[in-house]
């Protein structure tokens, strides 16, 4: 239920944005992808886990508006899943819930390259012999080409860089912190 109303409340927050007289200045887009974990071995509640270095069900959703220039600001959920063992085996869920800001070329009028950077919270759900939740700040890096293929779809290929280190309330931590590389569909509007 909180994953549902952060996702509406980020699309109302951005639509509501001022048009900044840009056509389509809307974009909603779902990616899929892989994300390969930094550091697999780790120390948590005096136990050593290993988590399994590539994510499982590793999908996004954003809504990114245009303003002047190609500049973009919108939001993103991202989640993702790593399985552990410590003696026997659990699993790590992972939220991303990120500001994004990017600045966009028009290469040519199909082919649109951009860089840019977010902002945001991380929190991990755990379950398994270890059980728990934690929650954090993060901020994360991207790389991608939108390909326009009309002016109301198009398709995205992406290089992501998330940084998150989410604390309970006992200050332990989990390095969910990766890289991958993402693509999808993003409609415009």
Do not use: C
């Not at 980020?10 to 550091?39: M, Q, R, V, Y």
């Amino acid at each position: 239920m909180v994953r549902h109303t952060s996702i509406a409340s980020l699309f109302l927050l951005f639509s509501a944005l001022p048009s900044f007289a840009a056509e389509n200045a809307n974009t909603i887009g779902i990616k899929a992808g892989s994300n390969d974990l930094s550091s697999t071995s780790q120390r948590v509640l005096g136990s050593n886990i290993t988590l399994t270095e590539g994510s499982d069900s590793v999908v996004a959703a954003e809504y990114m508006r245009t303003i002047s220039g190609g500049y973009r600001f919108g939001g993103e959920i991202i989640s993702f899943s790593n399985n552990y063992t410590s003696g026997s085996r659990g699993t790590i869920d992972t939220l991303y819930i990120l500001f994004n800001a990017d600045k966009r070329w028009d290469a040519t009028s199909w082919l649109k390259p951009y860089i840019g950077v977010g902002i945001g919270a991380v929190s991990i759900d755990v379950s398994g012999p270890i059980v728990g939740s934690a929650g954090g700040a993060t901020f994360a890096a991207r790389a991608g080409i939108d390909f326009t293929f009309s002016s109301n779809v198009g398709l995205v290929v992406e290089y992501k860089i998330l940084s998150g280190k989410p604390d309970d309330a006992n200050s332990e931590t989990i390095d969910v912190s990766g890289s991958g590389a993402y693509a999808g569909v993003n409609i415009y509007f």
